[in-house]
């Protein structure tokens, strides 16, 4: 995270704009998971839609008022990127973007989303604003160096002034595909809910990758930028994975000033994606699942849980930053590839 004075660097809210968590809580028992593996495997697959493959059949598409956005036309560099958004909405994401169904064990009985301690199904999504996003960061990116040159070793932290034309550019683009990912997001939860025939109890989102107006304890407004973190201002509620095996905690900030209001936004990489390939197989991988009775559909190895970092150990160093209300944990996962 950093904090800047009217001014926003494009490099570090990041390439995937506005990725994000978004998690439903169903009044479901777990049972409902391990009994039903199999048809929940294809409501995965029926309704969501992964990677640089197309996106939902026409019949199958669902609008949405981000895609009517005046930022479209006001913003230049947007004009030719809403026939894409379009086609790319309710999709997710490639690496490790996923969807999944898994176990929400609520342990704080004075959680701000008024459920009851205990356990229900889950819905976790983490995905960002796809191709719109990464178009937005590039292209903003590279004007900001050519307009703010550094050293070679700080060239990344070229900014664009708030009060500049481009600064405010960014910022509306940014602020539309942090709409658009958020929009993502809804879809694939409207899609798996309705499959369910079920209304969410509760949801808790958050991006981790965005920037925002804030007010620092002594008044000053900067802008805060996350890029890879979670939002933990007092009070706000946030979701922290761990992994495909191990559980991710439903969070509420506390506020500290010293991180900015801020936490880690998951269990964080042990290995590389080139070092996981390089000393995981398939079949150990495989094995790992099964022990941790996790089905996954897609995904690879350098996405394996073994890639991760011990969540809880995470968890421990930032005591401080944030209130565990519960967790959850993943049973039934897909990711692009299946
Ligand atoms: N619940 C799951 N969490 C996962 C999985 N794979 C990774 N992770 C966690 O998500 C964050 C996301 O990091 P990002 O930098 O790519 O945004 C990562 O640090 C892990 O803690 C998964 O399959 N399921
Ligand atoms: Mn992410």
Redesign the pocket.
Known sequence: MLATDNAVIPYAVGV?IG???ALSVFALPPKFLSQRVQELQKLLLDNTRFGNRTGFDRGKKLGHEVLESDTFQAVPFLRNKQATAAEQIGTSGSG??FVEFGVVDITDPTNEMGLAVGQYVGLLS???SRGLGASVANHYTKLAMENCQLPNEAKHLAWLGLDSELGQEYWAAMTLAGDFASACHHQIHHRLAKALGERPLAKVENH??FAWKERMADGREVIVHRK?ATPAGRGVLGIIPGSMTAPGFIVRGRGVAESLGSAS??AGRLMSRTRAKQELGEAQVRQYLRDHDVVLQGGGVDEAPMAYKDIHAVMQSQQELVDVLGSFTPKIVRMDGA
């Open positions: 995937d990725c994000r968590m490790n973007h983490h995905s960002g981790h990758n890879g936004h998951g």
